[in-house]
Structure formats: structure tokens, C-alpha cells
């Protein structure tokens, strides 16, 4: 998509990620785009006013109460002269105040003002990130309707690892150019069907190593658990999503666990817990290589090498398992190339589980790894077939049930 006349409200937080918001300015103009920047107090500390406004080719807006600059465009007027309003880096304060309604400087004024969609691309330290302070606000955030662009895993500027880095200048382009074509208004419904719910859903392959450069894996592309995920999200509820190797985007307002192996998967999911719903939406390997090499195995004269496999912990059965904190609904996935309904039957009983969807994986029907999933609802009760459905929808309709079905309990 062309961003060809649109126009960017980008606000540059205080962060050290702001200098990456120089290269989105260029990213942005090139693509046609307009760029009018603000600046707050904090993020004038690492990126100079002049820079910014040579690269837009405009004057900053840095101040609530700069008579010239309210002369030239009062602030309300600012905040709906866009077409989306992205904040680059969006710090833990900048989340906060927008998530609490604050309007005490020119930024958090432009977003409680502004009637457009809003897409925030946090940076932040990793524990700022993860404190439950900063997962409410984002959740409040997702549930009005504020799009999220990461952040992603990596390392610090402060020297630790993990969620909180700003997503790249092309990434936010990518989420500017989905939020432009999506018709979606800004959601002010306040609360959702799942508000005040904690849920954790796994997604996507497991990696089991062979050596240090070789695994075993499966054709899982995250696609499916990332949109129950997105959707739970969007209904209002606080979601930890645990996602095993994919190339897709995390969702927006979601705290995402990066991790590989089944185990990892299982030590994700036990430190997330209590939760009032598990969804295991992963397709976990159910073996894992007991030989692995600590080392890249090398070609043998004497042929190739033997595996020797173990079973991997089931996480979906040690969730139902646990006798203190079993979250109220269990949801499994059963993943078949035959005998799909019987098979799904067998695991809602074997696992324990609320409830099981089953779905066909033979290779014909394109659902690892594909954009579309028929499912079938398997509880005690009975079976519910839905048609083939993009895997959004599917999501959406699930979500939906589960909110429908929560209070009641499935096959209570
Ligand atoms: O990721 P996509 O490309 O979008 O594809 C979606 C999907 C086909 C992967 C998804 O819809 C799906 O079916 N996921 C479950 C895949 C699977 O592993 O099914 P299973 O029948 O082998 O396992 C049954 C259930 O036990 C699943 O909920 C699984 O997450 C869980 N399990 C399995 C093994 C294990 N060691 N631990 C588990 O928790």
C-alpha cells in the first residue's frame, strides 16, 4: 500500500530508541508520506529539535503552552490533522499517562484529544516492560483500540535481554500501512466480553535440537494461536501468549514469551500461571532428541547417526493436572490426519481438558502454516462444526464462545 498523502502525527518519546525515529521519518517521507513531529521534554534529551525537523521538514511542536505554536496550530487542531498518530519510541510514561486519560503536557494531550487510530511502538527496559503496571496499561490501551508495534526480544541498550526493544523503522511502516488499510474504527467500548480475564495461550512449533545448528520441528506457523490470541486481547483480556519459533509479527497489546523447545514451552506457560483460561493452540513436539549432540555432528564413515528420542512433558495435560491453580477453562487443540472427531474425543477425556478443536492437518487442506481452519468444538456435551474460515475468524468466534460459555462451564 502507497502511504502517498497521508499524513503521520509521530510523537518521539524519551528513550535511546528515539534515534531510530530519524530513520522512520526518512522511511515515511519516501513512501509519500507527510510527517509532523512532536517532541516531548524527554525525548528532546536524545534526539535534537533540529534534527527532527529537518528530516520532516516542518517545525517540532514541543510545547502545550507555546502561544506561537498554538498561533500556528492550536493542539486539538494538531491531534486531527492526521490520518494515524504513531508514537515512536512509546515509553512506559508516555503508556501510562495514555492509558490513565493524562493530559498534562502537549503529548499526552494530542492523545486524549485525538479522534484518529493510534499506533504505539514501545521501548522500554525489559522489567519496566513486563511489570504488571506497564501489561495493564497496555491491555487498557489494545481495549480502546491503540495498535501496538512491538517491542521485541533482544538486547538492551542497558545491557539485559528480552521483550522491550522498538520494533525497526520499516516494521512501524508495515503496522502504519496494515492500520491505514484496516476500517477498523477506534474502539471505545471500554471494557470487553472477557475484561478483568487472564489467559494464556502457546502458539506455533516447538524446536527440538539435534545439535547446536540442526532441530526437528513441525509446519505450525503460529498463525492460529496468534489470532486467539490478538482476539482475546481485543475482548478486553490480559493475554501472555507463548510462542515457539515463527516468523510472524507478535500481537498488539499481548505480552509475548519467545521460547524453543517443549520444556522451555512448559517453564513459560507454570511461570504465567494462575490463569482463568489455557488455550494450547502450540503444536508441541511430542519427542525430543535424548542424544543430542553438544556439538555439529559430523559425517560418520560408518553411516548416518541414530536418534534416540524421549517424550516431551505434555503442557496442555500438566495444566489440567494442577490441583491448586487449574485455570477454570482448558482449552486443547488436536491436530489430526484421520479420524479427526474420535481422535479429539480421546484427548478432551485423556488430557482432561474443557474442551478440545480439533482440526484436520492432512496436507490437502493447507491449515499448518495456511491462513484458513475448520474446526470442530469437541466437549462433553457434543460437537460443534463451524465452516472453513479465515483462521482471524475462527479466532474471533472462539473468543466469543468462550465469553458466552465461561460463566456456565463447558460440559458442566
Ligand atoms: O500454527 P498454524 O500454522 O496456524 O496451525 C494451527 C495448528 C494446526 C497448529 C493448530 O490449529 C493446532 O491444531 N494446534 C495443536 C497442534 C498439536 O500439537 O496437536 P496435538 O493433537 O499433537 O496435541 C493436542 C494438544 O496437546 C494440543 O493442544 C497441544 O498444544 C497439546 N500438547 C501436545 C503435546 C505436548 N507435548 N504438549 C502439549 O501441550
Known amino acids: 500500500m502507497s502511504l502517498t498523502g497521508k499524513r503521520i502525527l509521530l510523537i518521539i518519546g524519551g528513550g535511546i530508541a528515539a534515534y531510530k525515529a530519524l530513520d522512520f521519518i526518512r522511511r515515511v517521507r519516501e513512501r509519500g508520506a507527510s510527517v509532523r513531529p512532536v517532541l516531548t521534554a ?15 521538514g516542518m517545525s517540532v511542536h514541543e510545547d502545550l503552552f507555546s502561544l506561537t505554536e498554538e498561533a500556528n496550530m492550536g493542539h486539538i487542531e494538531l491531534s486531527r490533522a492526521a490520518d494515524l498518530v504513531v508514537i515512536a519510541p512509546a515509553t512506559a510514561d508516555l503508556i501510562a499517562k495514555a492509558a490513565n486519560g493524562l493530559a498534562n503536557d502537549l503529548a499526552s494531550t494530542l492523545l486524549l484529544a485525538t479522534d484518529k487510530k493510534v499506533l504505539m511502538a514501545p521501548a522500554m527496559n525489559v522489567r519496566m516492560w513486563l511489570h504488571p503496571a506497564t501489561q495493564r496499561n497496555v491491555a ?71 545439535d547446536p545448528v540442526r532441530y526437528i520441528a513441525n509446519r505450525s506457523s503460529g498463525k492460529q494461536g496468534h489470532a486467539i490470541a490478538q482476539a482475546a486481547a481485543r475482548a478486553g483480556a490480559q493475554v501472555i501468549l507463548v510462542s515457539g519459533p515463527v516468523a510472524i509479527p507478535d500481537p498488539s497489546g499481548v505480552t509475548t514469551h519467545h521460547v524453543e523447545t517443549a520444556r522451555d514451552m512448559l517453564d513459560a506457560v ?6 482463568d483460561i489455557f488455550i494450547g493452540a502450540a503444536a508441541v513436539a511430542d519427542w525430543r532428541v535424548d542424544n543430542a549432540g553438544a556439538q555439529k555432528m559430523k559425517k560418520l564413515t560408518s553411516g548416518a547417526p541414530t536418534l534416540q528420542f524421549t517424550e516431551n512433558p505434555d503442557i496442555l495435560a500438566s495444566v489440567c493436572a494442577r490441583t491448586k491453580d487449574r485455570p477454570a477453562l482448558v482449552v486443547g487443540f488436536a491436530a489430526e490426519t484421520e479420524n479427526v472427531i474420535a481422535y479429539a474425543q480421546d484427548k478432551l477425556v485423556r488430557k482432561k481438558c474443557d474442551l478440545v478443536i480439533a482440526n484436520d492437518v492432512s496436507p490437502e487442506r493447507g491449515v499448518m502454516g495456511g491462513s484458513k481452519n475448520e474446526v470442530h468444538l469437541v466437549s462433553k456435551t457434543g460437537v460443534e462444526s463451524w465452516p472453513l474460515l479465515d483462521k482471524d475468524e475462527v479466532a474471533r468466534r472462539l473468543v466469543d464462545t468462550i465469553a458466552a460459555h465461561f460463566k456456565k462451564g463447558y460440559g458442566a
Open 140 to 210: 487498557q490501551l489494545a481495549r480502546d483500540g491503540v495498535l501496538f508495534a512491538g517491542p521485541v526480544d533482544g538486547e538492551m541498550a542497558c545491557g539485559e535481554f528480552g521483550p522491550g526493544r522498538m520494533v525497526e523503522p520499516l516494521e512501524i511502516v508495515a503496522a502504519i500501512e496494515k492500520a491505514l488499510a484496516s476500517s477498523t474504527a477506534i474502539s471505545l467500548a471500554g471494557d470487553g466480553p472477557l475484561a478483568g480475564r487472564k489467559i494464556i495461550i502457546t502458539s506455533g512449533p516447538t524446536h527440538e535440537p539435534i
Open 270 to 275: 507454570e511461570a504465567a500461571l494462575p490463569a
Open 42 to 56: 524527554a525525548g528532546k534529551q536524545f534526539v535534537t529539535p533540529l534534527s527532527v525537523s529537518s528530516l520532516a
